[in-house]
């Protein structure tokens, strides 16, 4: 079974829990008894486990550990000294936010120290966790040193496992592992194992050195744990640079500069808070039982939190960092349940990989020369150690890049339903507002007229009279009376009146129902936005798919860096400016990537011609060569994708615009002139039949013929684009970018703008043939719209005239504009397209510059110089890195600068 779990790579990612702490504790029985409570709820939450009792026993376990804090209060305001916030308030609302750990692992980093540090690697493999001892020394070497027998202590964790049984497979789903490693001081990271051996043996000789590199270890698990647990007595703790106390203010204040190799120069604090469990040491009852230390009040609590000395954390709070300050405890508790909250979401969404299509990914990018050149199996028999932690992170990698592409995928469909929706209400309540049926426009005909026809008027209808006189019926004599004949007609008149009447308030309910629907409809769409956007936001589908792409990107450089020997940190080079939430993205790269000592020496003992071989796949996958990976052709092809999508909609949303322009212009002309011919004729609406829409409404047929071309061009255009693309590739990205390239490419290119920036005249011919562009299709599509306008009448005569459409479709067509410019701006095409094409410059540079040195490594006379030409290329990596982690921090920040939102068509 043992063999089964480490032939699969484990893609979650852990949550570190690291120790620091007095070799001495006074009870050490209790302090166990506190870290089982501490590391069942962790693990488990509120919700427990059925193992430790279910949620009944959380429930005393959190009780148990609320009464271990401090019990304080905080006046919030000066002005009202009632608003008073309680340290029970603020922990109370951290148990029950706090999400547990659920199917992520744990992993307890731990020096394995005399005391603190052995009880908490007792708990952590109770609890299942893989177990990582970073040291200050080789195991051998510290046989006869002050120091706990390495021997004895692994000894007892032997012993540990074979009577501690787990209570649930889940626990082990990623195996139990231990592994130990010796922290590198910066100076020694490029020594061999000879010379790393030979250091040791010097260093623990030496009282400075030797305390030294305690200090270096002590560092290393303050800097790489999500949570530490701090086991000290603060109030009987020497001021030494190893000490708890001291390691502790390095985890909050800033890691000593030039310590660690895989840390950053800058004075940062870590990301993650510390857990203080407040003990008396044996130290100090010995002092106090013979009179020689003071004897010192005792806390009134048993474990506190401290958090970074971070002034972001606050925000707006207090600027006194106060390790009992209620807003400082409320805050920084918020941030780390939200942080785990990040982290949990994404190990029980995230799928795992397909151990095939993982090792075919694997197989894929440790090759070059267009896959001809595997070199696969000769670093897994070579250095297996190397291959499983290349495997480890590459599997984290494909894991988080398909997550990131379903949860942008649900992304785009809720922007495109927004944007949907917008254009639905603004377009249906815009023709609400204008939607007028013909039989009441005066200006098409005279409404009916109902007035009864007298007696003296059907006098003069004497034909109709004629012919309506009724024949003798059988038996009855002729009747000639002409009263009896108008009366009949007077009769029959007022019934057809009836019915038009009738007929006209039929068609005029149906007309006040179509608008009333109309109106709703519009409501009902605004609606679904605001509905869609309330509903869908607080899953932040957004916000995950940006966090998977930067958290694909940090793992992407670290697996480079590992395959080039680099052993550089990524989580200490990548998001530093963004802390708080954005810290889960660290966590998860540390937690896979460490200890980068051991990728670093494996990749040294690798023979010569392997490292050039590992050197070229990085080349060739990653810098310039393969199409799917490398990034100079990624960057480019980017880039231009951005450009063409910029434009193309751009494009389109211009001339829409201004066609609506043209239409509104057309509409206003054509009233002022009808405002002016009535005026000449004394307002006699029957004189000016002459007016443009009287024109359109009868030369409309005529109208036909350019709003045909029109027709006809589009329809060419598409026909030309489906014959000249596959049927297996023909989708909208081909057909927008084939459309963009040979009808819509019309604008001054930048590098023409610089040349011409000095001749105005050259400047200008080419902005009028840019605008002679757009106005041959603002004009089709004018024309198109006005002729559209002119037929619609004629099809009911529910549907509004000719003047109501006019002004319905120039204002569909000006919202169909202004929401293709907002589509682009929505999705970052301007500032991706320039971000883009600087990173393939960047990208192309840095090929054309170590390609050529990998060549001329290869041909290096001796060891020396091999090694040196060697540590050039791994810097130029090592900064082609971090370029590339700065460019993804700020597409992150653009991304993260324009939440979704519901759209405003304007």
């Not at 109902?450 to 012919?467: F, M, Y």
């Not at 709703?520 to 899953?539: M, N, Q, T, V």
């Not at 006699?684 to 027709?711: C, M, N, Y």
């Not at 040195?853 to 006379?861: K, M, V």
Request: glycine share 6%; charged share 25%.
């Amino acid at each position: 079974m043992a063999n089964a779990l480490r032939s699969i790579p484990c893609t979650n990612p852990y949550f570190v829990i690291g120790v620091t702490g007095n070799r001495d504790p006074y009870d050490p029985d209790a302090l166990r008894k506190h870290l089982r409570k501490l590391f069942q709820f962790v693990k488990y939450g509120r919700k427990g486990h059925p193992y430790f009792g279910g949620k009944k026993a959380a429930k005393q376990v959190i009780k148990d550990l609320r009464d271990m804090l401090p019990d304080f209060s905080q006046v919030l305001s000066e002005a009202d000294q009632y608003s008073q916030k309680s340290s029970i308030e603020v922990y109370d609302r951290f148990f029950d936010s706090w999400p547990g750990l659920g199917n992520t692992p744990l992993m307890v980093m731990s020096s394995l120290a005399k005391g603190a540090d052995q009880l908490v690697a007792e708990v952590g493999l109770e609890f299942g966790a893989r177990m990582v001892y970073p040291l200050a020394f080789p195991p051998d070497l510290l046989t006869g040193t002050n120091d706990p027998l390495w021997a004895v202590h692994h000894a007892r964790i032997e012993e540990f496992r074979d009577f501690l049984q787990p209570p649930t497979g889940e626990r082990f789903e990623c195996g139990r592992q231990e592994e130990w490693f010796v922290v590198a001081m910066k100076e020694e990271y490029d020594y061999s194992r000879a010379r790393r051996y030979e250091q040791y043996r010097n260093d623990i000789v030496d009282n400075n050195r030797r305390h030294l590199r305690y200090q270096a270890a002590g560092e290393y698990i303050a800097a790489y744990s999500h949570l530490l647990i701090a086991i000290w007595d603060e109030l009987d703790d020497t001021d030494s640079a190893e000490g708890t106390a001291s390691i502790v203010e390095k985890r909050r204040s800033g890691l000593t500069p030039g310590l660690l190799p895989t840390a950053s120069a800058l004075l940062q604090p870590s990301d993650g808070p510390t857990y203080h469990i407040h003990i008396r040491r044996e130290k100090r009852k010995l002092k106090e039982g013979r009179g020689i230390a003071k004897r010192k009040q005792e806390p009134d609590w048993s474990a506190r939190w401290l958090f970074p000395r971070s002034p972001e954390l606050l925000g707006n709070g207090p600027t006194d960092i106060d390790d009992l300050n209620v807003e400082w405890q409320a805050k920084g508790l918020a941030q780390f349940a939200s942080t785990v909250d990040l982290l949990q979401h994404f190990v029980l969404n995230a799928k795992q990989p397909e151990l095939e299509k993982l090792d075919n990914h694997l197989e894929e990018f440790l090759s070059y020369d267009g896959s001809e050149v595997s070199i696969v199996d000769k670093v897994k028999a070579t250095s297996p150690r190397l291959f499983e932690a290349i495997r480890r992170v590459a599997g984290l990698r494909r894991r988080s890049t398909n997550q990131q592409y379903e949860e942008k995928r649900i992304r785009d469909y809720i922007l495109g339903f927004l944007f949907l929706f917008a254009l639905l209400a603004a377009g249906l309540t815009h023709t609400f507002n204008h939607w007028h049926a013909q039989f009441h426009e005066g200006h098409h005909k005279a409404p009916p007229s109902h007035q009864e026809t007298s007696v003296s008027e059907a006098n003069g209808i004497s034909p109709i009279l004629d012919k309506h006189q009724d024949a003798p019926k059988e038996g009855e004599p002729a009747v000639h009376d002409q009263k009896v004949v108008e009366a009949r007609l007077l009769d029959e008149l007022k019934e057809l009146q009836a019915e038009e009447l009738h007929a006209d308030a039929l068609t005029l309910r149906m007309d006040y129902w179509i608008r009333a629907l109309m109106g709703a409809f519009g409501a009902f769409f605004g609606i679904c936005a605001l509905i869609c956007f309330w509903w869908f936001r607080p899953l932040r589908y957004a916000e995950k798919s940006d966090d998977y792409r930067a958290l694909s990107e940090a793992l992407r450089v670290q697996m480079i860096w590992m395959i080039a020997g680099v052993g550089e940190s990524v989580s200490a080079n990548y998001l530093r400016r963004q802390r708080g939430e954005l810290a889960w993205i660290r966590w998860v790269v540390r937690s896979v990537s460490i200890p980068y000592e051991t990728a670093r020496w494996s990749f040294m003992e690798l023979s010569p011609d392997l490292q050039v071989e590992m050197l070229r796949c990085v080349a060739y996958n990653w810098l310039k060569g393969r199409p799917s990976n490398a990034q100079a052709n990624y960057f480019a092809t980017s880039r231009k994708k951005e450009e063409t999508r910029l434009h193309f909609w751009h494009t389109i949303g211009k001339i829409l615009v201004l066609a609506g322009l043209a239409v509104s212009l057309f509409f206003v002309v054509a009233t002022l002139g009808l405002a002016i011919g009535a005026t000449w004729t004394g307002g006699d609406a029957a004189g000016t039949r002459w007016d443009l829409f009287h024109f359109v409404e009868q030369w409309k047929s005529w109208l036909l013929i350019p709003a045909g071309l029109f027709l006809i061009t589009v329809i060419g255009m598409i026909t030309k684009t489906l014959c000249h693309a596959s049927s297996d590739k023909c989708n909208w990205d081909v057909i927008r970018d084939h459309v963009c390239h040979h009808w819509f490419h019309r604008m001054i290119p930048p590098i023409k703008t610089q040349l011409t920036s000095n001749n105005r005249w050259i400047y200008f011919w080419m902005m009028a043939g840019n605008f002679l562009f757009y106005l041959i299709w603002t004009l089709l599509i004018a024309i198109a719209t006005v002729t559209l306008a002119a037929w619609l009448p004629t099809w009911h005569e529910l549907l509004p005239g000719l003047q109501a459409w006019l002004i319905i479709l120039s204002a569909i067509l000006l919202l169909l504009g202004s929401l293709s410019i907002v589509w682009p701006e929505r999705n970052l095409c301007s500032e991706l397209r320039y971000q883009y094409g600087t990173m393939q410059s960047v990208f192309e540079l840095a090929a054309n510059q170590i390609i050529p040195q990998i060549d001329a490594l290869e041909q290096a006379p001796d060891e020396q110089e091999f090694a040196k030409r060697l540590r050039t290329i791994q810097e130029a990596l090592f900064d082609l890195g971090k370029e590339a982690l700065d460019e993804n921090a700020e597409w992150l920040i653009l991304h993260r600068a324009r939440p979704m939102e519901p759209v405003l068509p304007g």
